[in-house]
Nanobody, 121 residues
């Protein structure tokens, strides 16, 4: 199994910055990708910024130029640097890891418990 532990959420004023971190532990295959999703009240969970299994990044249009996803493969960690935060960025942010044992296996998703980010004056 895989465990994901997030940290770094909190309350910040509009225009401020936060950095989220997520550490993965357990059985981690080399074919994996990590990233971030978020869910605001009354809305569905949406992609924020992730790495793909091919190593590229995939960012939501709403965060391009403001958020940057990075990872440390050796430590199985992923970070989300969030700058110029807006009230509409308020949500629970979830760390995601998707992995497959080989290219012939179905990918499996794992989720962290979520961390609250609130942008408000």
């Amino acid at each position: 199994q895989v465990q994901l532990v997030e940290s770094g959420g909190g309350l910040v004023q509009p225009g401020g910055s936060l950095r989220l971190s997520c550490a993965a532990s357990g059985i981690i295959f080399s074919l994996n990708a990590m990233g971030w999703y978020r869910q605001a009240p009354g809305k569905e969970r949406e992609l924020v910024a992730t790495f793909t299994l091919g190593g590229d990044t995939n960012d939501a249009d709403s965060v391009k130029g403001r958020f940057t996803v990075s990872r440390d493969n050796a430590k199985n960690t992923v970070h989300l640097q969030m700058n110029s935060l807006k009230p509409e960025d308020t949500a629970v942010y979830y760390c995601n890891l998707v992995q497959r044992m080989t290219y012939y296996h179905t990918p499996v998703n794992y989720w962290g418990q979520g961390t609250q980010v609130t942008v408000s004056s």
